[in-house]
């Protein structure tokens, strides 16, 4: 059996390479205004803005495919193995657009390598969540994985705080004018700095003994009739899914944006929050993960769904009304809350409902699926915030995504759906 020592360390081993692979899929959106100006130059700056956030959103639609090409190839061969195989993925996407020319040097080649690159990313990213998640959920301790699957989320939440710090550094130290020039490209080139440490570390995980002691390892085909068969468990985990992937990005990716271009604070402000964010994501993480392990999952959802219903638009049209950076603030840090405590329960809960066997490309479908929408978080609230005219309008979809969250928790938690569930173990 391993000691608690030799559990850390392979938390830390998985869980570094998911810092990485989301520091850089969150830098595009982190720095949006920069790369919308470097690659997408236009008159008009709702245009401009629009134009990098799709583009930061087709990242998102490559997700499922992600999920549907790797999944079922690390369900296959093992998740160490597929592990790095996602790395090597998120790299190259990551490369590309750390290097590649702006607009005014190469033209329309520009935006298209860019979108090249998110693409890579994104297909990349579509497993990546899974097979962590998956990962830590069959090397946790008895009765403890709720806890240990909570890590994968506060990974990303590590890459939030260095990438915001680095961001605001950089707006400290550097003129703007530079920084709208190049300086946007520093956390670019310390992402690729760092992917051959983590290639060092991934290279010595070892297979989960979940996974090692199975007979039987299933053929594409036969993952496919298996996800086939449970698309009922696919779409409920993605409605479930919808309520972490809406209100994640909306409190950690498009904070700096909503804050510089929507209330007008200062860029170091934005990202002071955005940092702030991603320090109360980390400390409420694992803190939810562990009680879902003593008083259960469910709970923990439903509670959090309600309580987003209630007052993510208010808090959200409080700030508008009279923004301030306290405010901002203290609204941000609310939906922090809310969001970290739901996804410590929800993570685990995915892990615990999509079959063993289909685990991974499971799991990694339902999130693909829903972050394909939750990933639009970005343009869909510059839209909504354009077309209604109130700046508070990413509340609606925030609340939207806490309905879905709430009846899928409902029917995946029902007694019907558990029977089901048991009785297809029970076969197995």
């Known amino acids: 059996m391993e000691s608690r020592s030799e559990k850390i360390k392979t938390v830390l081993r998985v869980t570094s390479g998911n810092f990485l692979e989301m520091f850089d899929f969150f830098l595009f959106g982190i720095y949006a205004s920069h790369i919308a100006k470097t690659f997408f130059p236009a008159e008009n700056e709702f245009v401009s803005m629009m134009s990098t956030f799709l583009t930061f959103a087709a990242g998102f639609v490559m997700r499922p495919i992600g999920a549907l090409t790797l999944g079922p190839y690390i369900d296959r061969i093992g998740r160490r193995k597929g592990l790095i195989v996602t790395l090597s993925i998120m790299a190259m996407g990551t490369i590309l657009i750390a290097f590649v020319p702006g607009y005014a040097t190469i033209g329309v080649a520009a935006p298209l390598l860019v979108l090249i690159g998110r693409l890579l990313q994104g297909f990349s990213a579509g497993v990546e969540l899974g097979g962590v998640s998956v990962y830590l959920s069959e090397m946790a301790t008895p009765g403890h994985k709720g806890f240990y699957v909570s890590w994968q989320s506060a990974s990303q939440q590590v890459a939030i705080i260095v990438a915001a710090l680095i961001g605001f550094t950089l707006s400290k130290t550097m003129a703007?004018?530079?920084?709208?020039?190049?300086?946007?490209?520093?956390?670019?080139?310390?992402?690729?700095?760092i992917v051959p440490f983590i290639f060092f570390i991934r290279r010595s995980l070892?297979?989960?003994?979940?996974?090692?002691?199975?007979?039987?390892?299933?053929?594409?085909?036969?993952?496919?009739?298996?996800?086939?068969?449970?698309?009922?468990?696919?779409?409920?985990?993605?409605?479930?899914?919808?309520?972490?992937?809406?209100?994640?990005?909306?409190?950690?990716?498009y904070t700096?944006?909503?804050?510089?271009?929507?209330?007008?604070?200062?860029?170091?402000?934005?990202?002071?929050?955005?940092?702030?964010?991603?320090?109360?994501?980390f400390f409420w993480l694992p803190i939810s993960g562990a009680l879902s392990d003593r008083i259960g999952r469910k709970p923990i959802l439903i509670f959090c769904t309600l309580l987003a219903l209630a007052t993510v638009y208010p808090a959200l049209s409080w700030l508008v009304k009279d923004v301030t950076f306290g405010k901002m603030l203290a609204v941000e840090l609310w939906l922090s809350f809310i969001y970290a405590c739901y996804n410590g329960a929800m993570v685990v809960a995915l892990t615990e409902v999509v079959p063993a066997k289909v685990r991974?490309?499971?799991?990694?479908?339902?999130?693909?699926?829903?972050?394909?929408?939750?990933?639009?978080?970005?343009a869909i609230s510059t839209w909504l915030i354009k077309q209604t005219g109130d700046k508070a309008a990413p509340g609606y979809w925030m609340s939207f995504a806490a309905v879905c969250g709430l009846l899928a928790t409902l029917f995946l938690y029902s007694r019907r759906a558990v029977e089901t569930r048991a009785a297809a173990q029970a076969a197995a």
Request: glycine fraction near 8%; aromatic fraction near 10%; charge should be neutral.
């Open 256 to 281: 700096p944006s909503f804050g510089k271009n929507v209330l007008k604070l200062a860029e170091s402000d934005a990202l002071l929050v955005t940092c702030a964010v991603g320090l109360s994501n």
């Open 360 to 378: 991974t490309a499971g799991f990694s479908l339902a999130y693909s699926l829903a972050t394909t929408l939750g990933g639009s978080s970005l």
């Open 176 to 193: 703007p004018a530079d920084i709208a020039a190049w300086g946007w490209r520093i956390p670019f080139f310390i992402g690729c700095l």
């Open 206 to 253: 070892q297979e989960t003994k979940e996974f090692a002691a199975r007979q039987h390892h299933p053929t594409t085909n036969e993952i496919f009739q298996t996800l086939a068969a449970n698309w009922q468990i696919v779409l409920g985990g993605m409605a479930m899914v919808m309520m972490t992937t809406v209100s994640f990005y909306l409190i950690t990716v």
